[in-house]
């Protein structure tokens, strides 16, 4: 299995919901990477996990909350988001860290109104 | 200035063109990605360069590391070849990718 998985492929949430975001991977991966896409823009990174434990977080608002259960399933919590959060929310994941290939899933399109 | 540049921003080329994209950069590197996006989002790595050239099927990626810069060959192109070519790096000194602003291939038949 070389797949990194996403769900919901398409989600659209009011600003007062709470929704969540999933990744998964069984490919053994030690680190795992959200991303943020605005269209026509390279990914930002918001959040990185190594060996399940938060090594990177770029400043990201609290209403945007990662979680990493366990080496395979990574989470994104999403509360009181705003409009202009509305974008392509991608996962990867990379054996040990950057410098090794990342494997990116095919992203959640989220839409805030 | 950018610390990963990419030129062109836009190419559009004929079926079974010769088609290049370039990448400078202006860091110590690690290591130096090209990805591809296609519309609708997946992104796909296609190689990681250190040192050298590599060749998958159509494709061929260089790097000089001494004049800190890379280029990304398509032989043959083909109108599924269209999508975004995005050039990233991992620096030397972080854990993450630093990525250019990605150039737009539109291949016509």
């Known amino acids: 299995d070389t797949e990194v998985t996403q769900t919901p492929k398409h989600l659209v949430m009011g600003m007062t919901n709470k929704k969540s975001l999933k990744c998964e991977q069984h490919?053994?991966?030690?680190?795992m990477y959200w991303y943020k896409q605005k269209a026509k823009k390279p990914p930002e990174l918001m959040f990185v996990?190594?060996?399940?434990?938060?090594?990177i977080n770029e400043s990201v608002p609290s209403r945007f909350s990662p979680e990493c259960p366990n080496s395979s399933l990574l989470n994104l919590h999403l509360h009181a988001l705003q409009p202009e959060d509305s974008a392509l929310y991608l996962c990867?994941?990379?054996?040990?860290?950057?410098?090794?290939?990342?494997?990116f899933g095919p992203g959640t399109r989220l839409t805030v109104l | 200035k950018n610390e990963v540049e990419q030129s062109p921003q836009n190419l559009t080329a004929q079926e079974g063109e010769f088609i290049t994209i370039n990448c400078s950069y202006s860091v110590g590197i690690s290591a130096l990605h090209w990805l591809q996006q296609h519309p609708g989002g997946g992104i796909v790595s296609l190689f990681m360069l250190s040192s050298g050239k590599k060749k998958h099927g159509r494709l061929i990626a260089t790097i000089n590391i001494q004049e800190k810069h890379s280029s990304l060959h398509i032989t043959a192109s083909h109108p599924r070849d269209s999508a975004v070519y995005i050039c990233a790096v991992s620096s030397t000194s972080g854990s993450r990718l630093t990525f250019g602003e990605g150039t737009q291939l539109t291949v016509n038949p």
């Open positions: 990867a994941s990379s054996p040990w860290g950057s410098t090794d290939t990342q494997y």
């Open positions: 996990y190594s060996y399940e434990k938060l090594s």
């Open positions: 490919m053994g991966h030690r680190a």
